[in-house]
């Protein structure tokens, strides 16, 4: 397993950009898919973005795609989540967390590393 840790968050206007930060420990991070997730108050925890092990393949869903981008950096042991023209509905708490399989992650289906979360509020 690894621990990770997310960095980042916090309040921003409608409109705006935020980057998060996610740094895993453990010397396998380089094997690891990576993902953000987010999850609303009163909401169940929903699917952001995801990156293979080497940042080759990812994946978004419709409501993110072309103003997020998630990347990695294997020697940093981090993975990033840069997030473009954010709206209040994003308003969450956002979680990173790692798989072997990026389609776990996708699905996010079965996935035990998870980061504490970090708060994101976007104002209107």
């Known amino acids: 397993q690894v621990q990770l840790v997310e960095s980042g968050g916090g309040l921003v206007q409608a409109g705006g950009s935020l980057r998060l930060s996610c740094t895993a420990s453990g010397r396998a991070f380089s094997s690891y898919a990576m993902g953000w997730f987010r999850q609303a108050p009163g909401k169940e925890r929903e699917f952001v973005a995801a990156s293979s092990w080497s940042g080759g393949t990812t994946y978004y869903p419709d409501s993110v795609k072309g103003r997020f981008t998630i990347s990695r950096d294997n020697a940093k042991n981090t993975v990033y989540l840069q997030m473009n023209r954010l709206t209040p509905e994003e308003t969450a708490v956002y979680y990173c967390?790692?798989?072997?399989?990026?389609?776990?992650?996708?699905?996010?289906?079965?996935?035990?590393?998870w980061g504490q979360g970090t708060q994101i509020t976007v104002s209107s």
């Open positions: 967390a790692a798989d072997r399989s990026i389609i776990a992650l996708r699905m996010n289906g079965g996935i035990v590393n």
